[in-house]
């Protein structure tokens, strides 16, 4: 599943492709939206916003287009006016201005809000704050690993939980446990401050690098570091770090990957 990064690189795609145009187009699968295909035609895309892992299409109307991928939900570009390419994928959303077109295929959590549906909203209700909003502080994720709703939860289910923090999920778990030389048992009440600073900056450095940089080639370099795996999908390979092999094990039913060496 994609996550807190890869959504927000989807958004800004979209974003980039049809933000401030006159839509001329829009089409929903399922009937209980289909009413609202006409309210949005003329209307402007004037903002895609990420939380965590779920979209919002914010209309100029005042409406705001709920989706969450999930597992198989995956956005297109493509230009107005021309035929997609065939996909096993199922069509749910449609959204089209006079050059390009958004599509959405195969998500199946889409819903239309209003001002009062989003400031309701369960999903939205319930996660933390995201860790790719720049105005989340290293100091107010250190409170929120010591509060008392977290701190005696063990890294290697908390870090899973987007009520915690929106936007993290399996690869980010396991690389920023080994950025804070931490293990999956640690709980926030138990670390030093040293710990509890490492593991504070660690949980905004690793998503917003991975979010900047993640697939850039490596001539590119010159611009800064670049995220790459320290650990995931590196079990029986050296650490980078100390030399102990990585090794792979199964937690919270994900596999999870970590060195014995230096996260004791």
Not at 146 to 151: A, H, K, P, V
């Amino acid at each position: 599943m994609p996550e807190g990064p890869e959504i927000r690189r989807a958004a800004d795609r979209l974003e980039a492709a049809i933000k401030g145009k006159v839509l001329t187009d829009v089409w929903f699968a399922f009937p209980a939206l289909q009413t609202y295909q006409q309210m949005l035609v003329g209307e402007r895309v004037i903002a895609i916003e990420t939380r965590g892992k779920a979209l919002l299409t914010h209309f100029s109307n005042g409406l705001t287009l709920y989706s969450h991928n999930q597992l198989y939900g995956v956005w297109r570009i493509i230009n107005s006016g021309s035929e997609p390419a065939k996909s096993k994928r199922v069509l749910r959303v449609r959204l089209a201005a006079a050059d390009k077109t958004l599509l959405l295929y195969s998500a199946s959590d889409i819903q239309l809000l209003d001002a009062q549906g989003l400031a309701t909203h369960p999903f939205l209700l319930r996660v933390g704050p995201d860790v790719l909003d720049m105005a989340l502080t290293q100091q107010q994720v250190r409170e929120r690993l010591l509060s008392t709703r977290f701190r005696r939860r063990q890294f290697g289910a908390l870090l899973l939980d987007q009520a915690f923090l929106a936007g993290l999920g399996n690869y980010l778990r396991v690389e920023i446990l080994w950025q804070a030389q931490l293990a999956a048992q640690h709980k926030a009440e138990t670390l030093s401050d040293k710990q509890l600073d490492a593991l504070a900056e660690a949980l905004l450095a690793v998503p917003r690098l991975s979010y900047r940089t993640r697939g850039q080639a490596d001539e590119n370099r010159h611009h800064g570091a670049l995220f790459s795996f320290n650990v995931f999908h590196r079990a029986g390979k050296a650490c980078r770090r100390c030399g102990e092999s990585i090794v792979k094990t199964m937690l919270s039913s994900r596999p999870f990957y970590w060195c014995p060496g230096c996260q004791k």
